[in-house]
């Protein structure tokens, strides 16, 4: 399987975030990206390629032109107060509070176009971001031309990211870029798969009224854990996209035999669906470490899932998301792969 790869991720490095109440070193960190290819060299898995430049127009299809101008501009607007540290949002218009104008100060955009505060910009994050969805974009390419996969690994995630809002360490919504890309080449019918340990509220509100693009989730449950406001088993899509959305929330402390039968659920809705393509979303904060998540999943389950998803038996673009045990990252993310390929 070709990987596509850019170093140019290293220039976002959030120096903290906050959780548990404490500023601490962001989980979301470069040596993650770094694990996961020196897995895929060590396996083999396949030749690993730099991405091309797709500009702004893919992005523009599934984000606003007022958050992507934010993006791209956000930096040079918060240094230009004479601040070097990481900017932060930390206001947000909730219940009530008026959305109707975007304000003129950076502190004001970072609060409306964030979900919340696990979005640190620095000098290189726009650069980093926009190459991710080149990776994104560039493993697509190779789908749509026939390959029967390949994989994205990418860095920062993207499936928090909605049209006009960034938040959990996503700002470009990679898969959600790849999958309209893919619409745009032809594709017909479209479906993501989101393994992550956290609900794709991003993917999910993007795609949510479009019969087009199916989305299926499977994610710790909502009521106890983040994103806290999307990703109930209730949400099946609106108007002509109802009944193309399904969302398998378990519990904390969930183990493989459990998810399996969610993952086998969601296949069989995928398969019935006969998409021409499918872009997994492709998180391991599944893994039993992993530090800020609680399923249980080991390094083999991993072997099976892809193997599961391989029996969709449709062109499959792998487009990494989470996963924050460091030391296993690599070894699962490709575990994935290595179970697809048989
Ligand atoms: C792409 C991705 O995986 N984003 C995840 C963002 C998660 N952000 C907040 C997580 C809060 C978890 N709280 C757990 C407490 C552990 N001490
Ligand atoms: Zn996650």
């Not at 299809?61 to 230009?80: D, G, T």
């Not at 809002?165 to 619409?183: D, K, S």
Request: charged content about 20%; hydrophobic content about 40%; aromatic content about 10%.
């Amino acid at each position: 399987m070709l990987t596509i790869y850019s170093d140019t991720h290293r220039l976002h490095y959030g120096q903290a975030e906050l959780m548990d109440g404490k500023m601490q070193p962001c989980f979301e960190k470069p040596s993650r990206a770094d694990m996961v290819l020196d897995r895929v060299k060590a396996v083999g898995l396949g030749e690993v390629r730099g991405p091309d430049e797709f500009g702004q127009s893919p992005l523009l299809r599934v984000h606003s032109a007022a958050y992507v101008e934010f993006l791209e501009n956000a930096w040079k607007e918060w240094s230009a107060l004479g601040r070097s540290h990481d900017a932060l949002p930390l206001v947000w218009p909730v219940r009530g509070l008026r959305t109707d104008r975007i304000p003129a100060d950076i502190d004001g955009k970072l609060g409306y176009f964030a979900m919340d505060a696990g979005v640190p910009i620095t000098a290189g994050t726009w650069e980093a971001i926009r190459q991710s969805a080149n990776v994104a974009m560039t493993a697509m390419q190779e789908v749509a031309n026939g390959a029967k996969s390949a994989f994205a690994l990418c860095r920062p995630p993207g499936h928090h990211a909605a049209a006009d809002y960034m938040g959990g360490y996503c700002y470009l919504n990679n898969a959600a870029i790849a999958a309209q890309a893919l619409l745009d080449r032809g594709a017909k019918k479209v479906a993501i798969l989101d393994v992550d340990y956290h609900h794709g509220n991003g993917t999910q509100s993007i795609f949510y009224d479009r019969a087009d693009v199916m989305f299926v989730s499977i994610h710790g449950d909502p009521m106890v854990e983040y994103p806290h406001f999307l990703g109930f088993a209730d949400e099946y899509g609106a108007g002509p996209g109802f009944g193309f959305n399904h969302n398998y929330p378990l519990p904390h402390g969930a183990a493989w035999p459990m998810y399996e039968q969610a993952l086998a659920d969601g296949i069989r809705k995928i398969q019935a669906y006969a998409p021409d393509a499918v872009v997994v979303s492709l998180g391991v904060d599944t893994f039993k470490d992993d530090p800020i998540s609680q399923f249980k999943l080991e390094n083999s389950d991993y072997l099976t899932m892809g193997k599961m998803i391989a029996e969709i038996a449709s062109p499959t673009l792998f487009v990494m998301e989470g996963g924050y045990a460091v030391e296993d990252i690599g070894v699962n993310a490709v575990n994935v792969l290595l179970g697809f390929e048989g």
